[in-house]
Antibody, heavy 115, light 107 residues
Framework: QVQLVQSGAEVKKPGASVKVSCKASGYTFTGYYMHWVRRAPGQGLEWMGR????????NYAQNFQDRVTMTRDTSINTAYMELSSLRSDDTAVYYCARGDASDYWGQGTLVTVSS | DIQMTQSPSSLSASVGDRVTITCRAS??????LNWYQQKPGKAPKLLISAAFSLQSGVPSRFSGSASGTDFTLAIASLQPEDFATYYC?????????FGPGTKVDIK
């Protein structure tokens, strides 16, 4: 069965970086885009970007263009999202999700940014 | 960027009610419209893709329709497990923007 398993919760100080992993299983990893979406407390879903695991090509939302890097390691079927220059308003649950119509989601990773 | 709006932002309904949620795109998105349900503390769940296509395992009381840039999610007879927040998302062009969400709670 398809599974996306994300890394655990993180607490970071403002200005630091965080790297969240998403390990895929149960399907051909290179066959679907991997998307990253976040939900801040009291807010709605926010699309951050996607990576093509086959080519490594990425598309980022303008809001994150300068601070986000999405990568993948096809040898271990894992996608990564790194967000730099963290601010308090980056506190959110970050999700990976498979495909442009995202039919499978990771369990979410809480990233807390606090001094 | 394509802007997505949803109405209402919240609604109160009773079990058995018919509920409709509307999503409007700021420009044409063809039928590249997805609907998600999210419950507190859980990941979003894809209900409908491509405006009309019900995902496997999703109850048939959920349906999607479209007219131009207006899209509707209907729940034919609201069940207790349907109380949640619903989001539309366009997957026509980057960035794949979400609507602000519609919270459905118990009257």
């Amino acid at each position: 069965q398809v599974q996306l398993v994300q890394s655990g919760a993180e607490v970071k100080k403002p200005g630091a970086s965080v790297k969240v992993s998403c390990k895929a299983s149960g399907y051909t990893f290179t066959g679907y885009y991997m998307h990253w979406v976040r939900r801040a407390p009291g807010q709605g879903l926010e699309w951050m970007g996607r990576i093509n695991p086959n080519s490594g090509g990425t598309n980022y939302a303008q809001n994150f263009q300068d601070r986000v890097t999405m990568t993948r390691d096809t040898s271990i079927n894992t996608a990564y999202m790194e967000l730099s220059s963290l601010r308090s308003d980056d506190t959110a649950v970050y999700y990976c999700a498979r495909g442009d119509a995202s039919d499978y989601w990771g369990q979410g990773t809480l990233v807390t940014v606090s001094s | 960027d394509i802007q997505m709006t949803q109405s209402p932002s919240s609604l109160s309904a009773s079990v058995g009610d018919r509920v409709t949620i509307t999503c409007r795109a700021s420009q044409t998105i063809s039928s590249y419209l997805n609907w998600y349900q999210q419950k507190p503390g859980k990941a979003p769940k894809l209900l409908i893709s491509a405006a009309f296509s019900l995902q496997s395992g999703v109850p048939s009381r959920f349906s999607g329709s479209a007219s131009g840039t207006d899209f509707t999610l209907a729940i034919a007879s609201l069940q207790p497990e349907d109380f949640a927040t619903y989001y539309c998302q366009q997957s026509y062009s980057i960035p794949f923007t979400f609507g602000p969400g519609t919270k459905v709670d118990i009257k």
